[in-house]
């Protein structure tokens, strides 16, 4: 076993997965102002409050980290995560975002600055955000953490806050915008008909499920279990072998296997790391059903870790949180993403990814605000927004209602349940499920008692309602 404060930080992991495989079922400078007006209007599909189209005009801010050349933000990562992680990397997808925009002319007539980067050495994140309030005071915090003490200090600092969503600390404060609305960790399904559809897509019927032995794991396990008892019977499945029993630094998944064998498991999820789901994917290999099981990894979206245990991993069907970078043709705001990583040498990672489109979000929250972006206003004019998704990176986020938890009411809820797949072929991501254009299988996230088809869906800046989705076919 590892120590007392790694057990904690994959506690913390497992969050990811219980998150994306469904918890348990239950039902200071001065210039010219800028021009336009501060009212409420629609601009391309989104909704702003500053009518006007010019961003490179400035005034006299009082804003903290606001001077009259630069906006200064900072961050706060897991650099030293014992889970090995590369949260860090977030830093890099912000600098790349800042330094496009930058290099147009900035904003309000400002550079765009990273100018702290924390290490919160993955157990100390309270301190951290507490010596990011006192000494940096930025503008903005942009978080990336296995966990996320210092939230309530950043809530009530009331900092603007972006960053990577897999902390149930980002429910709940105005002023936090992560990259995905907050998710439900627990009391209530999150995407219940991603599993089973799965499973019938990949024709399998017999479900395994493994998972630590911590209680984010066992929400996880339960909700598998239970999604897979609610519909199976429509996808002709059911599960056959689970196992929440094993603890974490677990190396020896023979006994896991053995039963899977004997049982005919042709279909596996598993609550635990990337790690973990190697270790058990090269056990299968060893004891020969690698070939004849599908496993499903909800925590997987890492090209270079997937190249380098190909062999094991094969076929292997993949959840991203985002519109993978593999789908074709790449909406607007990936391409541009793919477009400056090719010509900058920025890594193609997740967490680049997910640092760039945070540092967007900043971007164009300060665009719907207008040239006087004080706190106070920045806050009042996103939570206008009903309808965000990064040019097409993410499910629509609507910021009336998606800060609180889904737990507490099916009216937080997004109106699509969503997911974007892939499948793992010769160490490489290839899109599952997709249609061209169309990359995102979407249920309607109001019917979650309900079997349902699934559909292809892209979004955009165009606001569309599910229903109209599919009455488009």
């Known amino acids: 076993m590892r120590s007392s404060s790694g057990k904690r930080a994959v506690t913390i992991a497992v969050t990811i997965v219980v998150a994306l495989l469904g918890s348990a079922c239950s039902n200071a400078g001065s210039g010219k ?44 990562t897991s650099k030293t995560s014992v889970l090995g992680g590369q949260d860090a990397k977030l830093n890099d997808g912000i600098k790349a975002y800042f ?21 919160d050495i993955q157990v100390n994140d309270l301190a951290t955000v507490e010596a990011l309030l006192a000494q940096d005071k930025p503008y903005a915090a942009f978080v990336a953490t296995d966990g996320f003490s210092g939230a309530k200090k950043l809530a009530a600092a009331g900092v603007p806050t972006f960053g990577w969503n897999i902390n149930a600390d980002w429910a709940g404060p105005k002023n936090f915008f992560p990259n995905v609305a907050p998710v439900c960790f627990a009391g209530c399904p999150l995407l219940p008909h991603i599993l089973p559809t799965l499973v019938k897509a990949s024709g399998k ?55 899977m064998k004997d049982k005919g498991v042709d279909f596996l999820v598993t609550c635990t790391d990337g790690n973990a789901d190697d270790a058990i994917a090269k056990e299968m290999v060893r004891q020969g059903i690698n070939d ?39 909406p607007p705001g990936v391409q ?36 006087n972006f004080t706190w106070a206003n920045l806050i009042g004019a996103w939570n206008q927004q009903k309808w965000y998704t990064a040019g ?43 249609k061209p254009g169309k990359p995102w299988v979407c249920f309607d996230g109001h019917k979650l008692d309900t079997w349902q088809t699934p559909i292809n869906v892209s979004f955009g800046d165009t ?11």
Request: some cysteine.
């Open 463 to 473: 606001p569309f309602t599910y229903a109209q989705a599919k009455a488009q076919g």
């Open 336 to 371: 541009e993403y793919l477009d400056y990583a090719h010509a900058h040498q920025l890594e193609i990672t997740e967490l680049t990814m997910q640092g760039w489109i945070a540092a967007r979000e900043l971007v164009d929250a300060l665009k719907a605000t207008g040239p």
């Open 33 to 76: 102002s800028g021009s336009g007006s501060t009212s409420s209007s629609v601009v391309g599909g989104t909704v702003t409050t500053f009518g006007g189209s010019s961003f490179s005009t400035d005034q006299k801010v009082d804003a903290q980290g606001v001077t009259a050349t630069e906006i200064d933000v900072a961050s706060v």
């Open 392 to 434: 097409g990176w993410l499910i629509p986020v609507d910021w009336t209602k998606q800060h609180t938890d889904p737990a507490q009411g099916d009216q937080y809820r997004s109106d699509f349940e969503c997911g974007n797949f892939l499948k793992i072929h010769d160490g490489k991501f290839v899109p599952f499920l997709a």
């Open 205 to 259: 019927h017999k479900v395994g499920v493994i998972a630590y032995n911590v209680p984010q794991a066992a929400g996880c396990l339960n909700g598998a279990n239970a999604t897979m008892k609610k519909f199976g019977v429509d996808v002709g499945a059911s599960v056959v072998f689970s196992d929440g029993s094993i603890g974490f630094g677990n190396t020896d998944w023979s006994a896991q296997v053995s039963q």
């Open 99 to 119: 330094d496009l925009v930058d290099s147009k002319g900035g904003i309000y007539g400002r550079q765009l600055k990273l100018v702290s980067e924390r290490d």
């Open 292 to 330: 004849r099981v599908t496993f499903y990894h909800a925590n997987l979206y890492d090209a270079a870790f997937v190249k380098a245990n190909a062999k094991e991993l094969e076929g292997g069907i993949v959840l991203a949180q985002i519109s993978a970078v593999e789908q074709t043709p790449a």
